[in-house]
């Protein structure tokens, strides 16, 4: 008997992972075993995380990669794991220590070796930064702030309406890891672009994306240069940072699954769980 694949969504800041539910419903019906697990410190709630947000002050980079990789290594089949945001580049650094069948990067947040910082990208991100005191807090948008980092090619209802519906205060200190990362010597926004057994990787760039530029995915692509194994991109013209929750979520996800099919990762069957490899 075929076994469904099992995907890992991993959702990034400001956003609760509930706002992948149309994604989940979608990939369920495609044939895939789909999980949205919430971050350490994470309410199972919009309004319970909302209410209670100090669980999730001060959670890093590293913390995240470990959370995730214990939920990965609970699946006998390696999951696909896909992630927006931060959440892309945490998909990023587990496929770079071998983890997962496939990975998709949406709108992936700055690593290392990624030089570009465009103005809106610090305009976007400075509400947070510019408080130093913020890096061990959870840290909440408004909903102005929410439009330009996320909405600004939305209608200002449906921007509104999104930041009701799915945002939660975020740790601040993944923000300050991406943000300095050229400027830490030993930064946890590190990722091994050079392994050459990885399991394949599609990043996904909005080309109107205020918080993570079109010029982050582009650079991001140039580090992976050197490896043999499988990056690609795809491109959403006119597209923001709220493209996985959107109206036009279907097309981000549709072409998601287009992919993974052409690579073999369709319902057909799953592949053994892989081990990390270094």
Do not use: C
Request: glycine share 8%; proline share 6%; aromatic share 8%.
């Amino acid at each position: 008997m075929s076994q469904s694949h099992p995907v890992v969504f991993i959702h990034g800041l400001w956003l609760h992972a509930t706002s992948w539910e149309h994604w989940l419903g979608l990939f369920r019906a495609g044939g895939y075993d789909p999980i949205a697990p919430t971050w350490p410190g994470e309410s199972e709630t919009v309004t319970e995380t909302r209410r209670n947000p100090d669980g999730l002050a001060n959670v890093g980079i590293d913390d995240l990669t470990a959370h995730f990789v214990r939920i990965i290594e609970s699946f006998d089949a390696a999951p696909i794991l896909i992630g927006h945001s931060v959440g892309g580049m945490i998909v990023e650094k587990l496929i770079g220590e071998g983890h997962g069948a496939a990975g998709v990067a949406i709108d992936p947040a700055q690593i290392k070796g990624v030089l570009p910082m465009p103005i809106r990208q610090l305009r976007a991100t400075l509400p947070v930064m510019i408080n130093p005191s913020n890096v061990s807090k959870a840290v909440a948008l408004t909903g102005e702030q929410f439009r330009f980092a996320f909405g600004n090619q939305l209608s200002r209802h449906e921007s509104d309406e999104l930041f009701e519906q799915w945002t939660i205060p975020s740790p601040a200190r993944p923000l300050f890891q991406t943000g300095l990362v050229n400027f830490q010597l030993h930064s946890q926004a590190v990722v091994n672009t050079e392994n050459e057994n990885r399991a394949p990787l599609l990043i996904i760039s909005g080309t109107e994306d205020n918080t993570e530029p079109e010029v982050i995915a582009d650079s991001t692509l140039k580090l992976y240069r050197s490896s043999n194994a499988v990056t690609e991109i795809r491109k959403f013209a006119d597209r923001g940072h709220s493209l996985t929750i959107d109206g036009g979520w279907r097309e981000v996800a549709s072409e998601t699954l287009v992919w993974l099919r052409e690579k073999g990762l369709g319902p057909q069957g799953s592949p053994r769980r892989t081990s990390a490899r270094q």
